[in-house]
């Protein structure tokens, strides 16, 4: 029985030795495979090997031979992630601070199975950074995966949501304070997760960071639609809410126009996007028009642009920024 069994599993050990030992710089032959099956209880003649591998390619494993059948080798082609994709995926994750460092490991080791054992080690001597600032909150995945239920069932949820703060006698301790909310859409900004959600004490938005949530539980309480306190009727537009945010401060969105420097025009369109409206106004200043979220984080964002940026309206956003660069100078006196 042991032997039929095995030969059972036969084809998913070549499988995966072909996606761990092998990629477009290593091969392995024919004789190789019967080797490496061998210590894992599985015997096989060469030739069998050629019609396992026939079987695995018109499955659709694409596995391809470099040299002639009786002294080149197999290696695994085409896989599920490109290791440029795997690159990303590995420096996305370590890039994010709300995830803790202990499941960033995780995580990592995950993304890199889906490489050969050469290139995965060879990624992670390039990429592996582990002094990154990151999340002491362990339960923010629990967190994610909560709030994606109950986004999905349509149900309210409570938590304890964590701020820290200065005592009076100068030391920062946390400050915990208990939110029942509506939940509507997770949105990864400014390098946080938040969940945009409606407050039952209010009709408006707003949105807290995952990673200061805990003890999160789902109600039976049927969740307040995000109809009756935002613009949003049918679907709830993500890319839209963040687009309007700034540094993920909340604030009404208005009509606004900023005159800029020319050479700031991408940096413009990276933040409001492409299809934001834009006209001359001289030979070095074009004028930009958008909606966006009226509030402090906007106010700072335009002054780090310092004389180059000039607001024309609307005027509550230009008494926030002459205020704001007035209360720089005065610390400064």
């Known amino acids: 029985m042991a032997g039929v069994k095995n030969s059972k599993l036969k084809l998913l050990y070549i499988a995966d030795i ?29 030739k069998s090997i050629y019609k396992d591998i026939d079987v695995l390619r018109e499955y659709g494993y694409d596995i391809i031979h470099n040299g002639s059948r009786s002294t080149g080798g197999y290696f695994m082609g085409a896989r599920k992630f490109e290791l440029a994709e795997i690159r990303l995926l590995s420096d996305a994750v370590q890039a994010a601070n709300f995830i803790s460092q202990k499941k960033t490991a995780e995580l990592v080791e995950k993304i890199e199975s889906f ?14 950074v582990d002094k990154r600032p990151k999340c002491k909150n362990e339960e923010i995945f629990y967190n994610i995966n909560a709030l994606d239920e109950a986004i999905s069932s349509g149900y309210k949820v409570t938590f304890t949501y964590t701020k820290r703060k200065i005592t009076d006698e100068f030391k920062t301790t946390k400050e915990e304070k208990l939110f029942k909310v509506s939940p509507y859409a997770l949105i990864w900004a400014n390098d946080h997760y938040y969940v945009v959600c409606n407050n039952e004490k209010y009709d408006n938005l707003m949105h807290l960071r995952i990673d200061r949530i805990k003890k999160i539980a789902i109600t039976k309480e049927t969740a307040r639609h995000f109809s009756e306190v935002s613009d949003y009727k049918r679907s709830f537009d993500s890319a839209d809410y963040a687009g309007k945010l700034f540094n993920m401060y909340s604030g009404e969105p208005k009509p606004i126009e900023i005159v800029c420097e020319n050479d700031l025009l991408e940096t413009m369109l990276d933040r409001f996007g492409e299809n934001t409206r834009i006209q001359r106004v001289d030979d070095e200043h074009f004028l930009l028009r958008t909606n966006a979220a009226v509030s402090d984080g906007l106010a700072a964002w335009v002054l780090q642009f310092g004389g180059r940026v000039r607001v024309r309206t609307p005027n509550d956003l230009i008494y926030t920024i002459k205020l704001k660069a007035q209360e720089i100078l005065d610390s400064y006196n």
């Open 18 to 46: 072909l996606s761990k030992k092998t990629d477009e710089d290593n091969y392995i032959s024919a004789t190789a495979l019967c080797d490496e099956l061998a210590k894992l209880g599985i015997p096989a003649e060469r």
């Open 115 to 128: 490489a050969s054992d050469k290139q995965a080690k060879t990624l992670h001597s390039q990429v592996y």
